[in-house]
């Protein structure tokens, strides 16, 4: 098993563009979390989708949005990027939602907005 | 608000001695606490759990609900367990709740 899979491993933008970030969770889980770790900070959470619902939402503004699709994979969103959204995305699967379950987490995807 | 709280950013240790790295948290409710541990090079990933009162790596972490503390302990350092490791609080939905992390430095 490859575990958790997030593409690209890493992107540049400029202020204002669009980003779409993309992740595979490990076979067999349904649910996948979104966290955003900035340099010299530990991951911070933005959310938490399972069965393809959103069961959690962390303090980001509305430019961040996400979805999961029937195969259970997700993808963040994040418009009119600002310099302070450079940071390493991680994404995070495990079995079940709402049962506390360990947290499998991906090499994360490095964003950089010049 | 919830919050973690992790100390120490930087922490050595010579090879055999005890290690302990703090973490306090606050929360009003009954949290789960996790130590997350990344190793250079690696992902992060899952070291201990509070609910599970096991030793991962002789590693042990002991809830103490009066003083809001989830300290990791280990008797005797060894140099693998040189990594940065981040305390974290969760709940139902999962969401978690990290420290700002320790990197720990086994000197051999």
């Known amino acids: 098993d490859a575990g958790v899979t997030q593409s690209p491993t890493h992107l540049i933008k400029t202020r204002g563009q669009h980003v779409t970030l993309r992740c595979s969770p490990i076979s067999g889980h349904k649910s996948v979390s979104w966290y955003q770790q900035v340099l010299g900070q530990g991951p911070q959470f933005i959310f938490q989708y399972y069965e393809k619902e959103e069961r959690g939402r962390g303090n980001f503004p509305d430019r961040f949005s996400a979805r999961q699709f029937p195969n259970y994979s997700s993808e963040l969103n994040v418009n009119a990027l600002l310099l302070g959204d450079s940071a390493l995305y991680l994404c995070?699967?495990?079995?079940?939602?709402?049962?506390?379950?360990?947290?499998?987490f991906g090499d994360g995807t490095r964003l950089s907005i010049l | 608000a919830q919050r973690v709280t992790q100390p120490e950013k930087l922490l050595s240790v010579f090879k055999g001695a005890p290690v302990e790295l703090k973490c306090n948290y606050s929360?009003?409710?009954?949290?789960?606490l996790f130590w997350y541990v990344q190793y250079s090079r690696q992902r992060l990933q899952l070291l201990l759990r509070h609910i599970s009162r096991e030793s991962i790596k002789g590693f042990t972490a002991d809830l103490n609900k009066g003083e809001t503390s989830f300290h990791l302990k280990k008797p005797f350092a060894q140099e693998e367990d040189s990594a940065m490791y981040y305390c974290a609080l969760g709940f139902g939905n999962e969401k978690l709740t990290f420290g700002t992390g320790t990197r720990l430095t086994i000197i051999p």
């Open positions: 995070a699967s495990s079995h079940r939602g709402g049962q506390n379950q360990p947290q499998h």
């Open positions: 929360y009003s409710g009954s949290p789960e």
